[in-house]
């Protein structure tokens, strides 16, 4: 069960989203943004052969004029909140339920201040500077400042989660198959999948009773005849 609970989740998080959103979490970030994550151990060695060159100050304003209406600027809630709610989940299952407020109380606060949410915003300027020129960024500001643009900042974030989903259905439906197809070579796979919904139901046994037909008592031995009254005396 357990290796077949694990396939199970690793096959769901196919396709997944980069950032997790929290229930109470702010729309994500419209398409324009980076959205490929780092790779482990990909930041420390960046920061050991790169150092981001200083943002030019007007173009920096201009950056975070754009985060802020496009609330890129609010990633770093989101991302805190989702990290809170995972840690919330993993603990609640680990320590005695009376003991959960009061660590998750600690946690928050101490996590906020190692990881403040505005920490996510400076790092994201420096990307925004150097993947964007001032001209792109006084075209997207001015785009994003249209009722289309701003429309596309509210739908963008759900447009994208269906998007996902309905990706993440096709591959997962497709892997599962993959797997099936490969579990006359890998038997243990058939204890890993969960039950194929296009399988013939099992035959019944040879040794159960037929059910009666309708209409048919549900005893085979025949009813005794009616016994008949004596005749009255003349």
Not at 41 to 66: F, N, S, W, Y
Not at 147 to 155: A, Q, S
């Amino acid at each position: 069960m357990k290796l077949r609970a694990t396939l199970i989740a690793a096959l769901l998080c196919t396709a997944g989203p980069a950032m997790a959103q929290t229930p109470n979490a702010q729309p994500a970030a419209p398409q324009h943004a980076p959205a490929t994550p780092a790779q482990p151990g990909q930041a420390k060695a960046d920061d050991q052969t790169a150092t981001p060159e200083k943002v030019d100050p007007a173009k920096e304003a201009a950056i975070r004029h754009l985060m802020e209406i496009t609330e890129v600027s609010k990633m770093g809630d989101n991302i805190n909140g989702a990290i809170t709610n995972q840690v919330h989940n993993v603990m609640g299952r680990a320590i005695p339920p009376e003991q959960l407020p009061k660590f998750m109380e600690t946690f928050a606060q101490k996590f906020s201040a190692s990881a403040p949410p505005s920490a996510v915003t400076d790092a994201i300027v420096p990307v925004y500077a150097k993947h964007f020129s001032m001209e792109d960024i006084q075209s997207l500001t001015k785009f994003y400042e249209t009722p289309l643009g701003r429309e596309v900042v509210k739908v963008m974030p759900e447009v994208a989660q269906e998007s996902q989903q309905a990706g993440a259905q096709i591959d997962q439906k497709a892997a599962i198959a993959v797997l099936r197809n490969m579990s006359d070579e890998y038997p243990q796979l058939k204890q890993m999948l969960p039950p194929d919904p296009s399988a013939p139901a099992p035959a019944p046994s040879s040794s159960s009773a037929p059910a009666p037909a309708p209409g048919t008592p549900p005893s085979s031995t025949p009813a005794p005849a009616p016994k008949l009254a004596p005749p009255q005396p003349q």
